[in-house]
């Protein structure tokens, strides 16, 4: 069942220039430089219930854009928008109900109240039983450790508490839709593992159908099986993880520890070039690493040369990371 339906959806801001300085400044009263920001440009979608979908996409794609159209934060410039079956903007109240939202850059709680009165006036909000209140603060105090901190007043948890705290607010009221827009922020790797982990279970117990921006491509790999990238507001590309991998993982790496890193004639490597024009060589501390296409030269082929020439301790070969083949394509499109 679809539950999210975007269709030639825009968002624009108009966005006032000024001269730079003083002058600038007073100019500005009278004779601004108007300019239209396209932060989200005719982009359709849809998505089923039950999916968990990554929205990626490099700094000022329009992730965050989208996602505040999606939540009704925001009223879009033109198109439709439809979250299980209401326009999010028009219906705000009814959509908060249904909907969990997390912005990592900041929090949505109470900054000066111990965070466990946070959660009640939650409580009262969204008008949870004390029966299922009780039992879901239970169950996310076991996966979070919450007891640690929930009295302590919100700006006083570090980071990684203050999200656990943000993504606990988010699912008291047990939404059908969950948006978490950058949830791993400046975590450390502990920190990551445990809300990703939680983020599994919660979707395994209610299917909550989940749409999550981040920059860590870890995340991607272990939460989604479905990606859709944003560039310049435009959508472009939507579809399996699989199929990125597989259409551009045809790099691999092979990486030489030298024993002495003065004697190899880096010129081996320039026949090799005429098959693989994209075949890059560099060396660093005795560290000699070769990126190439596997599908255009062979693991041997590279390997054998420098052996022939000089006196090697390790050898690392290993696929191209996903994060080396998103950047290229966030660098040269797809
Ligand atoms: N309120 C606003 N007024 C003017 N311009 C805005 C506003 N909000 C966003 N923008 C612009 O719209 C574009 C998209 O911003 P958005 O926050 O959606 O990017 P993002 O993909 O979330 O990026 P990031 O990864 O950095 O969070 C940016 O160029 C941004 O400067
Ligand atoms: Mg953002």
Not at 213 to 225: G, S, Y
């Amino acid at each position: 069942m679809k539950i999210i339906k975007v269709e030639n959806l825009k968002k624009e801001f108009i966005i006032y220039e000024k001269e730079p300085g003083l002058k600038g400044v007073i100019k500005s009263f009278y004779n601004a430089k108007k300019i239209v920001k396209k932060a989200v440009d005719d982009v359709s979608f849809t998505i089923q219930q039950g999916e968990i979908v990554g929205y990626i996409g490099p700094n000022g794609a329009g992730k965050s854009t989208t996602i505040k159209m999606l939540t009704g934060i925001l009223t879009p410039t033109s198109g439709e928008v439809r979250v299980d079956g209401i326009i999010p903007y028009q219906k705000r109240t009814v959509n908060a109900k249904k909907i969990g939202v997390v912005f990592g850059q900041r929090t949505q709680l109470w900054w000066d109240l111990p965070l466990i009165e946070s959660f009640t006036v939650l409580k009262e909000i969204y008008q949870i039983s004390d029966a299922d209140y009780k039992e879901r603060l239970a169950y996310f105090s076991a996966l979070f450790g919450l007891d640690e901190f929930i009295k302590q007043p919100v700006r006083q948890l570090s980071l990684g508490q203050r999200m656990k705290a943000d993504i606990v607010a988010s699912l008291l009221h047990n939404p059908k839709l969950l948006f978490l827009d950058e949830p791993t922020i400046g975590l450390d790797v502990i920190a990551k593992e445990n809300i990703r982990k939680t983020l599994k279970e919660i979707h395994e117990k209610y299917q909550t159908t989940i749409i999550l921006t981040t920059h860590d491509l870890a995340d991607i790999e272990e939460l989604c099986d479905r990606i859709m990238m944003i560039d310049q507001g435009k959508i472009i590309y939507d579809g399996s993880l699989e199929t990125i991998k597989a259409k551009f993982g045809s790099k691999k790496i092979v990486c030489f520890t030298l024993k002495n890193d003065s004697e190899i004639d880096l010129g081996v490597f320039e026949t090799l070039k005429k098959k693989d024009p994209d075949l890059t060589v560099s060396l660093e501390n005795k560290a000699l690493t070769v990126i190439f296409n596997k599908l255009k030269i062979n693991v041997g082929d590279i390997i054998g040369p420098v052996l022939k020439q000089t006196e090697v301790l390790d050898i690392d070969i290993s696929d191209d990371h996903l994060e080396n083949i998103i950047k290229a394509i966030y660098k040269n499109g797809l």
